[in-house]
């Protein structure tokens, strides 16, 4: 994704605060809580620490609480946000990344409480203000869900 052949210098890791530098999410959507590493204009590793006091576990599903798949998508979007705003020096601006398209979506095993997710997103296109992104969320070593989305980076809406 980088426009040099040069070697680019990971960064990380990032905290929360840094994350909410990046992202206007708050508490109860902040979905990622920590940056491992982070490869500007290539790819991210973050953590998402699943606990049993999320508010959805309350409803999804009483007495088998499961993450509901569209907050897994969801985090993986945060991560890519964090991504995006940081490789291209945006963070602090306020400049949003707005979901496009959701594709090739596939959940492979339950996230549930007590572990954490490891949530690795890379640049696959990059044009102007709209980036494509491939995505998966990992437990361990296994893959849980895996998807491929696009965005656009934007000014909020007034």
Known sequence: MTETTEKVESIGPLDVKRVMAALP??????LVDRVET??????IVAIKAVTINEPFFTG???GNPIMPGVLI????AQAAGVLAIESLGLTGTGKLVYFMAINETKFRIPV???ILLRLEVEFLQKRAKICKFKARALIEDKVAAETEFTAMIADPAN
């Open 73 to 76: 998508v969801e985090a993986l």
């Open 25 to 30: 999410h708050r508490f109860p959507m902040l």
């Open 60 to 62: 999804h599903f009483p």
């Open 38 to 43: 982070l490869i500007p204009g290539e790819k």
């Open 112 to 114: 549930e409480p007590g």
